[in-house]
């Protein structure tokens, strides 16, 4: 996947280097992509500060959020991709809940690093602060 200035995230295909599809409808330059652990979905965040999230097959746009502080440039999923996250150059992060209408569950500030922790008996998502390496939301 590839994304960028035009406003769009483009599916390739790695071996014979053709455009599979084009994903559109974002405001301006998206800053990253990711898709979902069951090649599903792909989430897309960038300037205009709304992450996006998109069928595979169809192309259409299953979500779009409104709420984040500055522009985004990170954003992941957890180990079953039912959170989308989203770390934006204001250092705020968002968790969106893909099942719900709500707002972002959870937010914090001064972000350094996403990281995802798995182990056997259940997976957690969890955000580190900078400056005190505190854990701000987990799930």
Known sequence: MTAGGDKSVK?????????????TGCGSELMDVVGSSDNAMILAGGRDK????????????????????????????????????????????????IRSRERPFQVGVALISLFQQ???NNNDLGFRFSSRQQTVCWR
């Open 118 to 120: 798995s182990n056997s």
């Open 11 to 23: 599916l390739w295909n790695p071996k014979s280097q053709a455009m599979l599809m084009t994903y």
């Open 50 to 97: 709304q992450p996006t999230l998109w069928d595979v097959e169809s192309g259409k746009i299953l979500k779009r959020w409104s709420y984040q502080g500055g522009t985004i440039n990170s954003v992941a999923f957890n180990e079953d991709s039912s959170v989308a996250l989203t770390a934006s150059q204001d250092g705020t992060v968002a968790c969106h809940d």
